[in-house]
């Protein structure tokens, strides 16, 4: 599914180079629940920006199904990140303007599904997160956990075979948190692969596999570093 | 995303900041406005004037004398005489003047205008009551007089005039008819005159000659040949091209055209200003929107938008403002102009061209403002944007 082969990643600031991925090589089937775990800073979210297609490595190769990311076109890229791919977020990343169900709508209008058939599915996936009753709420008016529950309708309306989650339960208590793991399970128990990304080592027990990060470097579990 | 999901967004996004939405549109709907009803200020006047010049028949040619020396007009006689010419159909020379005309204890100073029977015809002018002057009351110099409907009404008020006897400048004259209305006119009395025989006239107003000759050519087709025969006529009789002019209706409409020409374009122009300094309100605002809601871009992109989705969606809002603006400055223009109109009995030409154009410029303005902040939208990086708080 996710073929990464000596990624890297540079930034520059101010004319000084901060190197946050150094030579990243991972692979992902299809259908297994990976967690990568890290210290702040690590590179976590450059990782899984780089294999959500919304940023492009400095250097390597990345495959993502059939296709090798680096020689996509933008449209291209756009489907991808719309019918492959779910996001959820630290934080939340729901536009604030819209309703709950208007937020999950929102993939199903860029792929061009029908009005009636977006509205239904939007229901749906809002019915199995648990939050039918507060469908026509805005951002401000859900708590945080809710307002998790909503990104993750929206990142499981499309039927993404690929679920991304950066740091989930990063700006929730620990009752929020539990629900939002819970959701992930199920996703996966369905056979999606999903990628967790986290700096708690009790969330990432939850994962089949665990890949340590640190300083821009991957190490898995039960390997030993030289 | 098809076009009409677009639209739904855009009047989502429009929704959401009425406040700011109306002041943008504001621009648009003054510059629409201001084009709307200026034009059709400016077009109107120019249909009116128009109108008057070509109810003096379209077969109309003028000769004026000032004449060189001593030589200063044509003899009645001899004025009369070029309805001889080739093309002429009739001829109305005209002696004018003012005087004083009284009726019982009203009295008006007015113009005095002594011409032919031939006048009613040449100049397209009938009377309303009574009879126009005949040929016998000109070479008779018969003290009858037919009124403008001006003068009519002033020195008669609701009375028949005709059979009654006024007094111009103490000469007792019989009123034989009265002319019909014909408001406004350019270059002479329409309704606030008097018509005598042309000699009766020479001897009251003490003005010997001709000065004056209105002609009516057979055809349009004529017109060119009668005008270029008489010109060289004149100038065989007095030998200076300065003592005379000729000139019809074609060439008064040609010069009209022109200066309304102007006059329309200077008004649109002021108003096409308007509208563009509304649409370089929207580019602002739209600018300011993008910066604002980058990281909404940043999470449509994320979430599968194309670079066309966003593009189209920001320019279609402005598309949406600048549209709406303008119909809403239409509506408020036709409006204004039907108002006005109405309360000082103002013409307006509302033409459904100028209304549809600007318009259609509004729209225009909308697109082309729009572009930039739409296309700088679309471009942002999805990470780049969003990250941005
Ligand atoms: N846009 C950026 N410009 C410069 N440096 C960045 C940028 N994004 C991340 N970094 C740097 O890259 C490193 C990794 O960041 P990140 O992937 O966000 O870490 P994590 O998600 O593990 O906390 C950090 O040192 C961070 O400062
Ligand atoms: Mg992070």
């Known amino acids: 599914m996710i073929r990464l082969e000596e990624i890297t990643k540079t930034y520059q600031l101010d004319g000084v180079e901060v190197n946050a991925l150094r030579g990243v090589t991972l692979n992902i089937s299809e259908g297994e629940f990976v967690a990568i775990v890290g210290p702040s800073g690590s590179g976590k979210s450059t990782l899984m920006n780089i294999i959500g297609c919304l940023d492009t490595p400095t250097s ?57 058939e977006r509205r239904m599915l939007a229901e749906k996936a809002l019915e199995r997160v648990g939050l039918q009753d507060r469908m026509f709420h805005r951002p401000n008016q859900l708590s945080g956990g809710q307002q998790q529950r909503v990104a993750i309708a929206r990142a499981l309306v499309g039927d993404p075979a690929l679920i991304l989650a950066d740091e989930p339960t990063g700006n929730l208590d620990s009752v929020s948190g539990r629900e939002v793991m819970y959701l992930l399970k199920e996703l996966h128990a369905q056979g999606r692969t999903v990628l967790l990304i986290t700096h708690d080592t009790d969330i990432a027990r939850q994962a089949e596999r665990r890949v340590k990060i640190f300083d821009g470097r991957l190490q898995e579990e039960g390997e030993v570093v030289l | ?43 109107g006047a120019t249909s009116q004037v128009t109108a008057e010049i070509q109810g003096m028949g379209s077969n109309l040619i003028v000769l004026a004398i000032r004449g060189r020396g001593g030589l200063d007009s044509l003899t009645l006689d001899e004025a009369v005489a070029l309805a001889k010419r080739p093309g002429v159909s009739a001829v109305a020379p005209v002696v004018d003047g003012y005087a004083t005309v009284k009726f019982a204890t009203e009295s ?10 031939a006048y009613s015809f040449v100049r397209n002018h009938f009377v309303d009551q009574g009879r126009f002057l005949a040929d016998v009351d000109v070479q008779n110099r018969l003290k009858v007089a037919v009124l403008g409907a001006e003068v009519a009404e ?14 111009i400048n103490g000469s007792a004259f019989t009123v034989i008819g009265v002319l019909e209305e014909k408001g406004f006119s350019l270059g002479g ?3 606030d005159f008097v018509i005598i025989p042309a000699s009766t006239a020479e001897r009251l107003l ?16 004529t017109v060119d040949l009668v005008v270029s025969g008489l010109e060289s006529l004149m100038q065989l009789y007095f030998r200076d091209e300065n003592a005379f002019s000729v000139f019809n209706q074609a060439e008064i409409l040609d010069i009209l055209d022109e200066v309304t020409g102007v006059l329309t374009l200077m008004l649109g122009g002021i108003a096409g200003i308007s509208l563009l300094v509304g649409g370089i309100g929207i580019m602002n605002i739209m600018l300011v929107s993008v910066t604002e809601r980058t990281r909404e871009i940043g999470i449509n992109k994320a979430l599968g938008a194309k670079k066309r989705d966003i593009l189209l969606q920001f320019l279609i809002e402005s598309v949406v403002i600048s549209g709406v603006g303008g119909f809403i400055g239409m509506v ?4 204004t102009v039907r108002l006005f109109s109405g309360l000082f009995g103002l013409t307006i030409a509302f033409s459904p061209q100028v209304v549809l154009t600007a318009f259609t410029f509004s729209v225009f303005v909308g697109i082309f403002f729009g572009l930039y902040p739409a296309n700088k939208a679309a471009k942002l990086n999805p990470i780049d944007a969003l990250r941005s708080e």
């Open chain 2, 154 to 167: 002033n020195l008669f008020g609701g009375l028949d005039p005709v059979g009654h006897e006024i007094r």
């Open chain 2, 206 to 221: 003490r003005r010997q000659g001709i000065r004056t000759v209105y002609l009516q050519a057979e055809s349009a087709a």
């Open chain 2, 189 to 191: 009395p329409s309704d």
């Open chain 2, 108 to 117: 008006n100073y007015t113009s005095i205008v002594g011409t032919t029977s």
């Open chain 2, 332 to 335: 408020l223009g036709y409006g």
């Open chain 1, 60 to 116: 390597g190769k990345y495959w993502l199904k059939d296709h090798e990311v680096s020689k996509l076109s933008d449209n291209k890229l756009a489907d991808i990140r719309n019918r492959l791919i779910g996001f959820v977020f630290q934080s939340f990343n729901l536009l604030p303007r819209l309703t709950a169900l208007e937020n999950v709508e929102r993939p199903l209008i860029y792929r061009g599904v029908p009005k009636k």
């Open chain 2, 1 to 43: 995303m098809n076009l009409l999901q677009a639209v739904r967004l855009a009047f989502g996004a429009i929704m959401s900041n009425k406040l700011r939405s109306f002041l943008t549109m504001l621009g648009v709907i003054i510059g629409v406005f201001a084009v709307v009803a200026l034009v059709s200020i400016g077009q």
